[in-house]
C-alpha cells in the first residue's frame, strides 16, 4: 500500500497567511485558497461588517450553495441518462429480436 506524502503550503486568504497542510499538491491548495479568498473578497464587497468570522461564514455558506446545487443538477442529469439508456436498451432488444 502506497503512504501519501504531505506536504505545508503557505496560503494567503483575505489577507492573512496560514500553513496549510495536505497530500494534494502545493498548486492545488493554492487554488483552493485563491477561491476562498475570492469568495471573501466578493462577500466583503456586499455586506456592511469588517468581522473577518462573519465574512468568512458567508463565503462559506454561499460555497456550499453552490456544491449542492451543482450535486443537485448532476443528480438530475445521472437519473436523465439512466432514463435514456433504459429507452435505448428496450429499442436495442427490440431491434435484436426481429
Not at 1 to 26: C, S
Not at 56 to 67: G, V
Amino acid at each position: 500500500m502506497a503512504t501519501k506524502t504531505t506536504t505545508t503550503t503557505d496560503v494567503e486568504i483575505f489577507g492573512t497567511v496560514y500553513h496549510v497542510r495536505g497530500e494534494d499538491n502545493p498548486e492545488h491548495l493554492q487554488e483552493v485558497a485563491t477561491l476562498v479568498d475570492q469568495r471573501m473578497r466578493e462577500v466583503a464587497q456586499q455586506v456592511t461588517t469588517v468581522d473577518t468570522a462573519k465574512i468568512a461564514i458567508l463565503a462559506a455558506l454561499n460555497i456550499a450553495d453552490e456544491l449542492y446545487r451543482r450535486g443537485k443538477q448532476q443528480e438530475g442529469e445521472r437519473v436523465d441518462i439512466q432514463e435514456r439508456v433504459a429507452v435505448l436498451t428496450e429499442k436495442l432488444e427490440k431491434a435484436l429480436e426481429s
